[in-house]
């Protein structure tokens, strides 16, 4: 749970990362190519998605890796936050705000200092990072192998109506789920102008999204496990599926894109199956035809 709590306090961190701006410092925004911050340089925030952050100069914000790990030589006056990646701390480096390390370690060196809590949660994993860390790989295979088999067991067989669904229907389902994670996204985004009402709306709403996006990644995992466990049992079929997308997860940048391209199928796959009740039960919904009077006689 406390792993869970991080991501969230991450994306919420990166969402209102704007209001830093005002800052005289200039921000830093790299993607997969890894950011130098050179001694005497000073910068306010420093974001890397799938590289590493090397901090020898300052930083007056601060300093958030995803996928990679963040080296500190010199000094971060805000947060150093590294998700799926390790936070390493050099001679004499300071942190004037909280550290966090989910999904590796923490290395402090002689002299180093942190102003905040230091928090690492070894068995979170972002898929698609570059380092593999033992613990953190297991958790996400125990977290896939869970989930998967939770959902096997409450609905088999509309799981396996929805794994049908998936195959037959596969960029009809893209389509309802890119559509889908839209109209959640403006739903939580109109949440705060409800007051003091927020907390009993947001709630639903992420139920209902968390719900199904479990049970559509179930069925996907299902869906891939018939291709490669067709002739075994049914349990044997969602097990494979499931570790051979946690297989391609683990991968470095790839299992990022893996993990985006299976998600929006397995969000539209339930409502486009009914929540498995048959495999065309939204367009057959939509194309129901009134029914016709007999002619008068």
């Not at 947001?202 to 490669?228: D, E, H, K, M, N």
């Amino acid at each position: 749970m406390k792993s869970l709590a991080l991501c969230v306090f991450v994306s919420l961190l990166i969402s209102t990362s704007a209001k830093l701006r005002a800052q005289q410092a200039e921000d830093r925004l790299q993607f997969g190519r890894n950011l130098q911050v050179e001694p005497g340089q000073i910068l306010g925030d420093a974001v890397c998605f799938f590289c590493s952050i090397r901090v020898r100069g300052t930083l007056t914000g601060d300093a958030v890796a995803f996928g990679d790990d963040i080296e500190v030589e010199g000094v971060v006056a805000g947060d150093a936050i590294a998700v799926g990646g390790a936070v390493k701390l050099g001679p004499g480096a300071k942190v004037g705000g909280e550290l966090v390390a989910a999904g590796g370690p923490v290395e402090k060196g002689p002299l180093s200092a942190v102003g905040g809590e230091v928090t690492v949660a070894r068995w979170f994993y972002l898929p698609g990072q570059w380092k593999v860390f033992t613990p953190g790989a297991l958790g996400l295979l125990v977290f896939n192998l869970a989930l998967v088999s939770i959902c096997y067991s409450i609905a088999r067989r509309r799981l396996e109506v929805m794994a049908e669904s998936a195959r037959e229907l596969a960029w009809f389902a893209t389509l309802a789920g890119f559509t889908l994670v839209v109209i959640f996204y403006l739903l939580l985004a109109v949440t705060p102008s409800f007051g003091r009402f927020t907390g009993v709306w947001v709630w639903p709403v992420l139920v209902t999204f968390l719900v199904t996006f479990a049970f559509g990644y179930s069925s996907i995992c299902f869906a891939i496990g018939r291709r490669i466990a067709s002739k075994k049992g049914s349990w044997a079929v969602v097990l494979s599926g499931a570790g051979l997308v946690t297989a391609a997860e683990l991968i470095p940048i790839a299992g990022f894109v893996a993990l985006s391209i299976s998600a929006l199928p397995a969000m539209g796959v339930a409502p486009l199956s009914g929540f498995g009740k048959a495999t065309d039960w939204l367009p057959k919904l939509f194309s129901r035809q009134p029914p016709v009077s007999p002619p008068a006689s």
